[in-house]
């Protein structure tokens, strides 16, 4: 009943910019938590960042003051502006919204298809 759609990945040279995409559309929650994870090939999936409605961010270590989550709660829509990126930023990317159920007694994680996001010379 949620569909998340992303955009925005691609091919970027080391020290560039990219900036992602997720818009999640069906009965939605106006509280939850939308976020970005990636996946690199032959490694676990992680945490990049998320975001609450209200508009508290965490953000994974490796990518602290290069990337910028926002969203836009009217379009429920997270993006994910990344800059300075180096080759270890490769990876698909992934975009997740958490939201509670209709009871508000659980929640449900729901997840985008992933992007593609390279970084090379």
């Known amino acids: 009943q949620v569909q998340l759609v992303e955009s925005g990945g691609g091919l970027v040279q080391p020290g560039g910019s990219l900036r992602l995409s997720c818009a999640a559309s069906?009965?939605?929650?106006?509280?939850?938590?939308m976020g970005w994870y990636r996946q690199a090939p032959g490694k676990q999936r992680e945490l990049v960042a998320i975001?609450?409605?209200?508009?508290?961010?965490n953000y994974a270590d490796s990518v602290k003051g290069r990337f910028t989550i926002s969203r836009d709660n009217a379009k429920n829509t997270v993006y994910l502006q990344m800059s300075s990126m180096n080759p270890e930023d490769t990876a698909v990317y992934y975009c997740?919204?958490?939201?509670?159920?209709?009871?508000?007694?659980?929640?449900?994680?729901?997840w985008g298809q992933g992007t593609q996001v390279t970084v090379s010379s």
């Open positions: 997740k919204l958490n939201t509670p159920t209709r009871s508000g007694a659980y929640r449900i994680d729901y």
């Open positions: 069906g009965s939605i929650s106006g509280i939850n938590v």
């Open positions: 975001i609450t409605t209200g508009g508290t961010t």
